[in-house]
């Protein structure tokens, strides 16, 4: 038998006692503290301060279920000054992996406090099918085999927007994604030094779809997202906003690998970029100028989206710039 981390053998056991003993389990990390269903935690944010969780579960090693709260903190809470935790204070709830956890990335405070795990169920989640034109399901999945879906029901976009989405998410996604969603704290100074400043997020890079996608590339190894998210803006005669915006981020990326990467783009990225430099091929950038062009004439929603906005000339502007650093 290979050998295997403390780590991994409770993991492993976890998943495979009991339900009942399953529920309280705890995680044995590689420095010898641990986390439970019920803990809460501060997720360190990028551009400073931290952001309230809850681990509402334990699934299938190393997959967790977290919600995530406002507002944001300046210091590190303690579990004491944290307080109980509302609903009404929820910004995001998804599954996501706990290495932040085991390399003390995520500081874990302890129990909440009259913690209830009937009173933070397992949701159901929205899955989007991005084959031909967009499709929504609301999903339900099994604690124990948390990526398997049990049903599948198709619902409306708005109906989808309400569920937290079918899939899991890297820690650097969580962190990269509440710093979006939680308001900098005005004027106030982080353990770091720093103010809690929104990051100085490249115009074609700041929405939803785009970051979402980013998230997830930052965890792949290999990059056939890119093409994908390339590819799937030449074929149809009308462009959606979503697909659209995936497809210039993917652009902003292959700019990047060309040595033009946009002002303000992450560390993260840029790492990212630097450790897969290879993807700079000719026939990719090809392809990039190719989805630009797409995305910004024609058909393309994003494109009429931006037209009816203030910012018209900043967008005109970035996707400009976007074109000029993919020539070589």
């Known amino acids: ?4 981390s403390k780590v991994c053998i409770r993991d492993l056991l976890v998943t495979q006692i009991d339900g009942r003993v399953a529920e309280t389990a705890m995680v044995t990390k590689m420095h010898n503290t641990m986390y439970a269903q019920g803990d809460l935690v501060a997720v360190p944010l990028p551009s400073g301060g931290y952001g309230p969780g809850l681990v509402g579960r ?8 977290g919600y995530f709260f406002r507002p944001r903190l300046a210091n590190p809470p303690s579990l ?3 307080g109980q935790l509302s609903r009404a204070d929820l910004v995001l709830a998804r599954m996501f992996g706990h290495q932040g956890l085991l390399d003390g990335t995520w500081l874990d405070l302890g ?4 913690w209830d795990r009937d009173l933070w169920p397992l949701p159901s989640f929205g899955l989007r099918q991005t084959v031909g034109r967009d499709a929504y399901f609301r999903v339900e999945c099994e604690e124990k085999r948390p990526l398997s879906v049990r049903s599948q029901v198709p619902i409306s976009k708005q109906e989808f927007d309400l569920l937290p989405e079918f899939g899991v998410s890297g820690h650097v996604w969580i962190q990269e ?4 969603l939680l308001l900098p704290i005005a004027g106030a100074e982080l353990s770091a030094g720093r103010t809690t400043v929104p990051p100085n997020i490249p115009l074609l890079l700041d929405n939803d779809d785009a970051m979402d996608w980013l998230g997830h590339l930052l965890q792949a190894d290999e990059y056939p997202g ?7 803006v030449i074929g149809p005669s009308y462009v959606d906003a979503s697909i659209g915006g995936v497809a210039l981020a993917a652009a902003e990326i292959v700019a990047a690998a060309v040595g033009s990467p946009a002002p303000g783009l992450s560390a993260d990225l840029l790492g990212w970029v630097r ?13 990039a100028q190719a989805a630009v062009a797409r995305v910004t004439a024609g058909a393309s929603e994003l494109r009429e989206l931006w037209e009816a906005s203030p910012s018209k000339t900043a ?3 970035a996707v400009g710039s976007l074109s000029r650093r993919l020539e070589r």
């Open 1 to 4: 038998m290979p050998f295997l």
């Open 58 to 65: 334990i699934l299938k090693a190393p997959i967790l279920f």
């Open 80 to 82: 004491q000054n944290l």
């Open 111 to 114: 129990q909440m406090p009259g």
């Open 177 to 180: 994604k509440l710093d979006r």
């Open 226 to 232: 890119i093409d994908d998210a390339l590819a799937r």
């Open 275 to 287: 450790d897969h430099s290879q993807l700079a091929t000719t026939e990719r950038i090809l392809r």
């Open 315 to 317: 967008w005109e502007d």
